[in-house]
């Protein structure tokens, strides 16, 4: 019978030395792996994104141990290692009038490391964000032995729960003036309110950031799936999309003027997260934006603990919208986060002055509705759903579905189990977005419009 030793001795026997030469550690090929891009994307588009990934994904040698850890200086305050502190920030610099004080929470850690900041609410009728930084806070997570404690910490995190102030006192999405505060960045200091408050927040909260993850809500008449928007051709922030842990990252560049966008600009890395509606708080979205900011975290080696990864990732270019035909009132019959077959009844319109008319709504393909109407207002050519068409990794997405058909989101019923980068399902999703961006066919949000009824 042979001893534990020989029967190793004759496994490994069986290994060719070529074979043996090719077998990357374990704990090498998850941090330094390279990050892989699905081939079906389109073909322009991949080799943006395999230019901008020739950077090294490797953390940064700044935040080396050999560099010590020093005292974080913010906003004229002195964060010593270790401590957590609540600072004031006026969104205006002014004498008289409301200056728009917000509170930014500084976890500063004991161990060098990058600098990560946490907004929620720049629209401010949006408060999946505010709910989930909240959360994230508070006792239940925030202070020694908890999942933030800045004793067992690298680097410093900030967290703003809410950034658009007036806009969240006013439950709107826009600021007092009636411009959207993510069109504006970086600002100037002399120009409208909103572009003042975008310049200061730019200035003073984002410019000396390494990683900004932007916490958002679908805008009112319509509801989204958790997701992750990001342009992938810029190397750090397809980390951290990546990072997040959630199957469903749409690749954009983001709006003119948008933080996102400008920050890419300045090669700081961000991302933008999704999920439910204005107006609402959504559980499950609230839970998974929680979920996805600690999996960045430890991704960046800054708390303790594996990062926790999909079975899949759908990584889209763009995709299709559904339409009503005919007007009346809208009756979705397959929510957001549905997987639906082509031909398929998603919704059906009826009524009121014909009762005995209806219509039905029908998907012109397979896939995913990562967005859908909640305003049962339809005229003809109203959109109802935007679907993402899959064609491949269709049995692996369908792994993934509840009773009803829709997708269990990573993180919405806790951790799923470790698994290697290289285990993970890239499902591209190849097209356009129509109109430039992810929500451009939806149009002008019902403030936004009444807005310019009364400017016209």
């Not at 019978?1 to 060719?16: F, P, R, V, W």
């Not at 205006?92 to 600098?115: A, E, F, M, Q, Y």
């Not at 900041?117 to 709910?131: K, S």
């Not at 397979?366 to 679907?387: D, E, H, M, R, Y």
Request: hydrophobic share 35%; charged share 25%; aromatic share 6%.
């Amino acid at each position: 019978m042979l001893t534990g030793a020989e029967e190793e001795s004759n496994n490994d026997s069986l290994i060719s030395k070529e074979s043996v030469n090719k077998i990357v550690p374990r704990s090498k090929k998850r941090r330094f792996g390279p990050l892989k891009v699905a081939n079906q994307i389109p073909k322009s588009r991949r080799l943006e994104i395999e230019k901008g990934l020739e950077k090294s994904s490797k953390l940064s040698n700044k935040w080396t141990r050999k560099v010590g850890v020093k005292t974080h200086n913010f906003l004229r305050k002195r964060i010593k290692p270790g401590e957590i502190r609540t600072i004031p920030f006026n969104l205006l610099d002014v004498k008289i009038g409301d200056s728009w004080p917000i509170n930014v929470t500084v976890l500063h850690g004991v161990r060098p490391g990058p600098i990560v900041t946490l907004l929620g609410a720049i629209h401010g009728d949006e408060l999946v964000g505010p709910l989930a930084l909240t959360y994230l806070s508070g006792p239940n997570f925030l202070g020694e032995g908890n999942a933030l404690d800045p004793s067992m910490m690298s680097g410093t995190v900030r967290i703003i729960s809410v950034l658009n102030l007036p806009g969240y006192r006013r439950q709107s999405r826009y600021f007092p003036d009636g411009r959207d505060l993510n069109r504006f960045f970086p600002g100037s200091y002399d120009s409208n309110t909103t572009s003042r408050v975008a310049h200061r927040i730019w200035s003073k909260l984002i410019s000396g950031s390494d990683y900004v993850i932007d916490l958002h809500a679908a805008a009112k008449g319509r509801t989204n799936i958790p997701q992750i928007r990001v342009n992938l051709a810029h190397s750090p922030s397809n980390f951290t999309a990546r990072s997040f842990g959630i199957e469903t990252i749409l690749d954009t560049k983001g709006p003119r003027g948008s933080l996102r966008r400008t920050a890419n600009q300045e090669d700081i890395a961000c991302i933008t997260y999704e999920g439910g509606g204005s107006d609402e708080a959504d559980p499950e979205s609230v839970q998974v934006a929680m979920y996805g900011i600690l999996n960045v975290l430890r991704s960046l080696r800054m708390i303790p603990g594996y990062p926790s990864r999909p079975r899949f990732r759908l990584l889209a270019t763009g995709s299709d919208w559904i339409r009503s035909d005919q007007g009346g009132l809208l009756d979705v019959l397959a929510p957001a986060g549905s997987y639906v077959e082509e031909g398929e009844i998603v919704a059906t319109v009826t009524d009121p002055y014909d009762p005995g008319t209806s219509h039905d709504i029908i998907s012109p393909k397979q896939g995913l509705l990562i967005s859908t109407a909640t305003s049962p207002f339809v005229t003809s050519g109203t959109p109802i759903g935007n679907l993402l068409p899959v064609k491949r990794g269709v049995n692996t997405l369908m792994d993934r579905l509840d009773e009803e058909g829709c997708l269990i989101i990573s993180g919405s019923d806790g951790d799923p189990p470790w698994r290697d980068d290289d285990d993970i399902e890239d499902i591209s999703v190849a097209g356009e977005w129509s109109g430039g961006s992810p929500d451009a066919e939806w149009g002008l949000s019902n403030d936004k419009m009444l807005q310019e009824e009364e400017d016209s």
